[in-house]
C-alpha cells in the first residue's frame, strides 16, 4: 500500500531535522557565513531595505551573523510573529537590539507585540524563510504548520520576495507538494 503524502512529508521532516541537528558546530558556523554572504548579495542587488528574517531554532542555519550585519548596515529587520487574532498566520514586527523578545507557544522567541511596530508584508522586500526540507524546483517543506504557505500565499502579485536560507543536507531530489505549498523565489544554501 502506497503512503499517504502526509506520512511522507512527516517522514521526510523526521530524517532531516535529525540530519540537521547532526551537523557539527563548525558545520553550522561555515554555513552561516556562506549563507549569510548570499543574503547580503541579493539584499544589495535587489536594494532592499525591509528584510525579514527568523530567529533559527530547531536546528535551522543561523542567521545571528545576518541580522546583525543587516542593522550595523542600517537596514530595518523584522520577524515574524502568530498572529493574535488571525489563526496560522504570521505578521512581521520590527526587531531591533532593543526589542523585548518573548516566547510564542511553540517556544520560540519573537518580538513583544506592539501594533506601532508591524510592517504590512506588501512593505517587506524580502522575506527570509525557514524550512526543513527543499528541491530543486524551489519548493520547501516546513515544519508541518502552515504559517510561511499562508503567508506566502500569491506572493507573485506582491512586493516581496521569498528566499528560504538551508544547509546544503536539507535539499532532496523531490518534494512531495501539496495545493498548498507555496514555491520560493530562490534557495540560498551554505
Known sequence: MQKSISALRAQLRNAIRRTRHNLTA????QAEKIVTQKALDLISKRKAKNIALYLSFDGEISTQ??????????????????????????????????????????????????????????????????????????????????????????????????????HQCQQVEQLPIETWDMPLFDILVG
Open 26 to 29: 563548525l558545520e553550522q558556523s
Open 65 to 166: 551573523l545576518l541580522i546583525e550585519t543587516l542593522w550595523r548596515m542600517g537596514k530595518k529587520v523584522y520577524l515574524p510573529v502568530l498572529h493574535p487574532f488571525c489563526k496560522g498566520h504570521l505578521l512581521f514586527l520590527r526587531y531591533t537590539q532593543e526589542s523585548l523578545l518573548i516566547p510564542n507557544q511553540f517556544g520560540i522567541p519573537e518580538p513583544q507585540l506592539n501594533v506601532k511596530n508591524i510592517l504590512p508584508i506588501n512593505q517587506l522586500d524580502i522575506i527570509f524563510t525557514p524550512l526543513v526540507a527543499f528541491d530543486k524546483q524551489g519548493n520547501r517543506l516546513g515544519m508541518g504548520g502552515g504559517f510561511y504557505d499562508r503567508t506566502l500565499q500569491d506572493w507573485h502579485s506582491k512586493n516581496f520576495i521569498p528566499v528560504g536560507l538551508a
